[in-house]
Structures are given as structure tokens and as C-alpha cells.
């Protein structure tokens, strides 16, 4: 099963999110078979987002808190979002790590705050340029898998290999960067979880869209992909969905 999600980031009010779900839905028909779409809009719109999809699109927050309830002014609990109808959850996002002070340690904490209640973290993973001009690139995405996932055990989970340097910038990875990039996180994945690792998808985030999709999963390896900007384009989104449902 391929995966597909659409990260919209701080982006739509909850109208314009009513409306462009009301597109997703009717852009998506008549279903795609061999892939789960998973739509993740800001948390001021997850309702509006489960009521307008169809209930085989999934729905996701982009972030989470690690606590169940406490006196944390401005977070938002597991607690809340499966109260929502959301399944899934971004975590570590580069754009939380890079603004927002996240660690692979609250990343980690994060995880087990979802597999509490049931909750699919998509993890997001990825080396920044200067990282990869350096030659750093196995070595950051092993820490960073590690760093989350160690002392685990298997529990439902999505990867997904974000290089910095690919997300928003219009320069997506190569289908060869994206492969290696996903086989030392699989090569990571196994290490700690042995067979079950196998069934984790693991996904390409960064620039993707409907013209560079396919050699992504068809020569990149790629289990689907994290959509930011392209994600915000219902029949530009719905192009890539079809793609990932192409020879499954
Ligand atoms: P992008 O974002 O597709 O706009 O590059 C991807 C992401 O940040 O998940």
C-alpha cells in the first residue's frame, strides 16, 4: 500500500479549507485503489476536514503534544485529535525542528504520545545542504531514526526522507539521491525492528509534484510521498495520487 499525504502547512482558514476539501473529495473520486491518502490540514480546520472528506481519506494534524492534558497553554493533545477523527500525525517536521526548537528527543516523545492512542506518526527526516555538502547525509538521517526510534518497538508508522534542501524550493531530490536516502533509513528501520520494519512505508517529501512524481516511487524507491505546496491544488494533488496507484 502506497501512501500519499498532503501537508498544507500554516495554510487555509477554515472556509477556504472547507472549500478546498469539498474539491479533494470530488478531484479523488471515484477512489484510488493501493494507496491511503492522508490529508493534513492546520488544527483549525480537522473538523471541517473530517466532516467534508469521504471516510477512506484519512485525516492528520501536523504536529502533536506528548502530554494526554495538563496546564500547557497553546498545545493540542492525542486526546483531542482522535476526538477529531484524525488517524494520523506529521511529527519532527523540519519546519517544526528548524523553528519551533523540536529534538529527536520531543520527536521521540511525540511518537509514543501517538501509538498511546492509536495514532500513525508520518516521522519526517532529512539532512539541511550544508549537511549533505559536508557528507553527513547517512550519518544525519541514522541519528535522527535513531534518535526517535530507539528503545521502540514496532507499532504502525510512516517515514518520510525530507531533505531541507528540497522542501519549497521547486529542486526535488533525484529519484538516486531519494533512493539512498531511503535505503539507509529502511537499513536504520531494520536494525531496531528487525522483519517489522518492512512494513512501514516509507515516503519522499520535497518539491514533489504531478510531473515529478512518478520516477520517485518507479525508480526512487519511494512508498509515496509528503506533499507541501502541491498539496494545495486539489486535481494537482489528486494527479499525484494517481500516480502512486499506477502498477501497485
Ligand atoms: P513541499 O513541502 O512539497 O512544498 O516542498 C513538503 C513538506 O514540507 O512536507
Redesign the pocket.
Known amino acids: 500500500m502506497r501512501v500519499v499525504a498532503g ?1 498544507w502547512k500554516a495554510h487555509r482558514s477554515t472556509a477556504e479549507a472547507e472549500a478546498l476539501c469539498v474539491a479533494l473529495a470530488e478531484a479523488l473520486q471515484p477512489g484510488i485503489g493501493g494507496v491511503q491518502v492522508v490529508i493534513c490540514p492546520p488544527f483549525t480546520a480537522l473538523h471541517v476536514a473530517r466532516h467534508r472528506l469521504p471516510a477512506e481519506i484519512h485525516v492528520g494534524a501536523q504536529d502533536v503534544f506528548w502530554e494526554d492534558a495538563g496546564a500547557f497553554t497553546g498545545e493540542v493533545t492525542p486526546p483531542m485529535l482522535t476526538g477529531l477523527g484524525c488517524s494520523h500525525v506529521i511529527v519532527g ?1 523540519s519546519e517544526r525542528r528548524q523553528h519551533f526548537g523540536e529534538t529527536d528527543h520531543t520527536v521521540s516523545r511525540k511518537l509514543q504520545a501517538c501509538w498511546r492512542h492509536r495514532l500513525t506518526p508520518i516521522l519526517c527526516v532529512g539532512e539541511t545542504l550544508q549537511e549533505r555538502e559536508q557528507g553527513h547525509t547517512i550519518a544525519v538521517l541514522r541519528r535522527q531514526v535513531h534518535g526517535a526510534l530507539n528503545g521502540t518497538v514496532p507499532a504502525p508508522l510512516c517515514v518520510a526522507y ?1 531533505p531541507v534542501w ?3 524550493t521547486g529542486k526535488a531530490a533525484r529519484p538516486s539521491d531519494c533512493s539512498e536516502g531511503l535505503a539507509t533509513l529502511r537499513g536504520e528501520l531494520q536494525g531496531l525492528w528487525g522483519a517489522a520494519a518492512r512494513s512501514v512505508p516509507h515516503l519522499y ?4 509534484n504531478a510531473g515529478n512524481c512518478a520516477p520517485l516511487w518507479n525508480e526512487g524507491g519511494a512508498d509515496g510521498a ?5 498539496s494545495l491544488e486539489a486535481s494537482v494533488f489528486a494527479a499525484i495520487c494517481r500516480s502512486a496507484g499506477e502498477g501497485v
Do not use: F, M, P
Not at 205 to 208: E, Q
Not at 226 to 230: F, S
Open positions: 501537508n517536521h525530507e528540497a522542501i519549497g517529501g520535497g518539491s514533489v509528503l506533499v507541501g505546496g502541491a
